[in-house]
């Protein structure tokens, strides 16, 4: 499974767009990248997956380059309600079971 | 998307004594199911893959007679935390994968449930 690094945590403010960026040097060819928000006592919730290029839901953006060996995680002018921890995972996502592991994650602090 | 349970949300057990937890896939159907354990401002922990109809496959380091798994069902895996000490304390969170019937090929993690062992 490819490791993925993150930045420990970050600061933002109400109505900013934060950007948060996870280097995963060694993907495989048929890892995706998947995003997660975890709040405090809670199970992590799915924000947004992807294989390459660029993905846009709801809530969030997911930008990945050509190499893949980086992804960046855009979410647009963040709240208060944002606070929480995200998680950048990949894996294989086949018709056999997907294991993710997880990694330190980035605890985001967004302010008034 | 596809929502995942569990079962309880918070319990309180004596020490020696066996705890069982809940966890059920609502709307789709769950070969696989993933156990992990996350204490305070930490990461979670992969302790088990729960594959239903046959034998947990567990991470090393985990103790497999102490914590059981069973997945009888499509829908439903159960953590058993067997002759709990105070050190098992933790929040206790699992996962499943939504198969092509559900949300695509994504994992989906139930809201987690905090034992504490007193």
């Known amino acids: 499974l490819a490791k993925t690094t993150q930045p420990i945590s970050m600061d933002s403010y109400e109505g900013q767009e934060v950007n948060i960026t996870c280097s995963h040097n060694?993907?495989?060819?048929?890892?995706?990248i998947t995003w997660y928000q975890q709040f405090p006592s809670q199970g992590p919730r799915f924000i947004i997956q992807?294989?390459?290029t660029k993905v846009t839901n709801e809530v969030a953006s997911l930008f990945i380059p050509a190499d893949r060996k980086s992804s960046t995680l855009s979410l647009p002018r963040v709240s208060l309600s944002d606070t929480a921890v995200y998680y950048c995972l990949v894996g294989p996502v086949n018709t056999g079971f997907q294991k993710l592991v997880f990694g330190t994650g980035t605890r985001l602090l967004v302010s008034p | 998307g596809a929502v995942v349970s569990q079962h309880p949300s918070r319990v309180i057990c004596k020490s020696g004594t066996s705890v069982k937890i809940e966890c059920r896939s609502l709307?789709?159907?769950?070969?696989?199911m993933f156990w992990y354990r996350q204490f305070p401002k930490k990461s979670l922990m992969l302790m088990a893959t729960s594959n239903e109809g046959s034998k947990a496959t567990y991470e090393q380091g985990v103790e497999k007679d102490k914590f059981l798994i069973n997945h009888a069902s499509l829908t439903l895996s159960t953590l058993t935390v067997t002759s709990a000490h105070p050190e098992d304390s933790s929040f206790y969170i699992c996962?499943?994968?939504?198969?092509?019937?559900?949300?695509?090929?994504?994992?989906?993690f139930g809201e987690g449930s905090w034992l504490t062992v007193v």
């Open positions: 709307d789709f159907q769950a070969t696989t």
């Open positions: 992807g294989y390459k």
């Open positions: 060694n993907i495989a060819t048929n890892d995706y």
């Open positions: 996962s499943a994968r939504a198969g092509q019937q559900g949300s695509g090929n994504t994992i989906y």
